[in-house]
């Protein structure tokens, strides 16, 4: 009987097979649960391509007039003249220029027969870049560009180039007054100026750069007044005085974090003197370069006079350190008070009383523009 029954087994299984017949197919097993996904790491923010700032400048009095007659025996009248050049630049990490700008207080302090000033010594004197269309170069321009948009273009090709690039740019003489005018097929319809004072600027700004890290933007800010310039005549002793152009140009390199705030500042003030004689020539070596108070360093002088003890240099120092970190509105809103007339805006707050006790507010004025150019 068992025989029998394993044979009609074998019959049903066979018949299956030639009908096409499958066996079902196992059961699948569960699919595993998904492995909980790791929460996202965030990303560590894009370094800041600006590292430092710098701010270089160089002075000049070389075209200053002295009073006389020119060649057809006509009346010439004293002109003292300060060109004050200045670049604000940031580099990056490998010292490649991310962001400049550049500036020139052009300053003209004119005298009349009677060497009295006859410029308006109450202005502020506008820079190259604030006259804009006023400066009046595309009158004489072979490509038809001002100032302004020349020095735009040359400020574009240096970006991305590091300063020793900067200096190898292949120049051509125009002429006697335009010994160093760039000769590269990027410039040549876009620049037609000399720019030897402009790049030694940019050179001295990676020299004297510091660091800037977490900066975003760099601005340049400047403001020139001229109403210490003197006329000849006397003094209230009744001793002769001669006369005395006096340009004081206030500078500012700032860099300044994605919110705003300072990073760095770099603060400096040009006092360009040009002293006459009686005959209304000029009274010192034209061709030496003038220096910047932070460049005299001690021999400024205002150690003499200061209260507490510190130079020029030293107090500017610490208003830079105490900018850092503040905003524009931080930094103008600082509680001041008035010394003298000569000092209107001392810094009255706890941090600065016992290191600077110099009135601020030019140095608030091109800290505030340094924001509103910066890029």
């Not at 009609?8 to 096409?20: F, R």
């Not at 391509?49 to 000049?60: E, F, M, R």
């Not at 210490?228 to 140009?249: E, L, M, Y």
């Not at 610490?318 to 931080?330: F, N, P, R, S, V």
Request: negative net charge.
């Amino acid at each position: 009987m068992k025989r029998l029954m394993a044979l009609l087994l074998v019959l049903v299984l066979s018949i299956s097979v030639l009908a096409g017949c499958t066996p079902a197919a196992p059961a699948p097993e569960p699919a595993p649960a998904p492995a909980e996904t790791p929460a996202e790491t965030p990303a560590e923010p894009a370094a800041s391509k600006i590292a430092k700032v710098g701010l270089g400048q160089n002075i000049s009095i070389a075209k200053s007039k002295d009073k006389g007659v020119d060649a057809n025996g006509n009346e010439v009248l004293a002109t003292a003249q300060a060109d004050v050049t200045i670049a604000a630049v940031g580099f990056d990490a490998d010292g490649k220029v991310a962001s400049v700008t550049i500036d020139v207080a052009q300053t003209k302090v004119a005298f009349d027969a009677d060497m009295k000033v006859t410029s308006d010594k109450e202005s502020e004197v506008k820079s190259k870049k604030d006259l804009g269309a006023d400066y009046g170069m595309i009158k004489a321009s072979s490509i038809g560009k001002e100032w302004f948009e020349q020095m735009g273009a040359f400020e574009d090709w240096m970006i991305g180039k590091t300063v020793e690039e900067i200096k190898a740019l292949k120049v051509k003489e125009r002429d006697e007054s335009h010994k160093n005018v760039p000769d590269v097929p990027e410039l040549t319809s876009s620049v037609t100026i000399t720019v030897e004072s402009y790049i030694a600027a940019v050179e001295e700004a990676w020299n004297n750069s510091v660091d800037a890290t977490g900066a975003e933007t760099v601005g340049l800010g400047v403001e020139t007044h001229i109403n210490k310039s003197r006329d000849a005549g006397t003094d209230a002793n009744g001793n002769a005085v001669t006369a005395q152009a006096q340009v004081d140009t206030y500078m500012a390199a700032t860099a300044f974090d994605k919110d705003g705030k300072v990073v760095a500042a770099i603060i400096d003030n040009a006092q360009v003197r040009v002293p006459y004689d009686a005959e209304g020539k000029v009274a010192t070596d034209k061709t030496v370069a003038g220096k910047t108070k932070v460049e005299l360093g001690p021999d400024y002088g205002m150690v003499k006079a200061s209260g507490i003890g510190k130079e020029w240099f030293e107090q500017m120092t610490a208003l830079q350190a105490w900018m850092a970190g503040k905003t524009i509105d931080e930094i103008n809103g600082m509680k001041v008070v008035e010394r003298d007339a000569s000092h209107p805006s001392v810094p009255d707050v706890a941090e600065l009383t016992s290191s600077v006790t110099i009135t601020v507010e030019g140095y608030q004025a091109v800290v505030t523009e340094a924001f509103e150019m910066a890029r």
